[in-house]
């Protein structure tokens, strides 16, 4: 129960109150790998980076099993491009979790990082033997057939992963953009529309849509995209520059 309101609190505007709570939680329960691991995360989440190490390191430390502290340890070195010791990270939930996708999907964007693309498409490529409909690892692969400008392996992956995501509207605007780069602007279009229906509540595709409609020259469309749209979502800066560049 004092886990769950110091998850609630965290998520409040002072999250202090939750890290309290925590905290006074741990100091009864030293030994509980998860809620070391909850606090660690929340305080990186909220930029207290050396403080949210400490605790996933001592969650590592009472669990080594702990995916997601060792997850997000491997992610901050990947970001400041300590590029081995992420390795290191990724390699282990490799080895400790090798039926999840996320230690060969962190050791993808290791190696793309260090252009080591080989490595990088064996490791993603593991990731979707892992999970077939991974997200992350049809993405990764696709980019990597865009940049060799093999459109069409970058085009089965994209339609891979919407077998398992029909509506999932990063692949489906990253699917419109190789379109477009392939000179097939209907089915470009197609894709984006195909994100504004299955996302009736997320601007991104819509707003990408319009913009593709008044590059064209078709204002009317942008028009016609947006008019049964909440009065809340015509407020979003983006949706109003769109319809006043229309009109």
Known sequence: LFAMVGQAALRSDDPQVGYDLFE??????PENAELREQLGL???AAGERDEGLKELQQAL?????????????AFQHFQEANYDLALEGALRIQKTHPHLPDGFNMAGAIYTAQG???????AFNKALEVNPGDLMAS???ASLAREEENIEEARRLYDNALEYHPANPDILIQYSRLEAMAGRETEALERLQQAVDGNPNDLTPLVILGRVYLRTGSPEKVIDLT?????EQR???SLLELRGLAH
């Open 24 to 29: 006074s939680i741990i100091s009864l329960q």
């Open 42 to 44: 929340a305080k990186i």
């Open 61 to 73: 430390a009472l669990d080594p099993t702990r995916a997601n502290s060792e997850l997000a340890i």
């Open 116 to 122: 080591l693309l080989f490595d990088a498409t064996t």
């Open 139 to 141: 993405a990764n692969l």
């Open 227 to 231: 008019e049964d749209l909440t009065s």
């Open 235 to 237: 407020l979003n800066p």
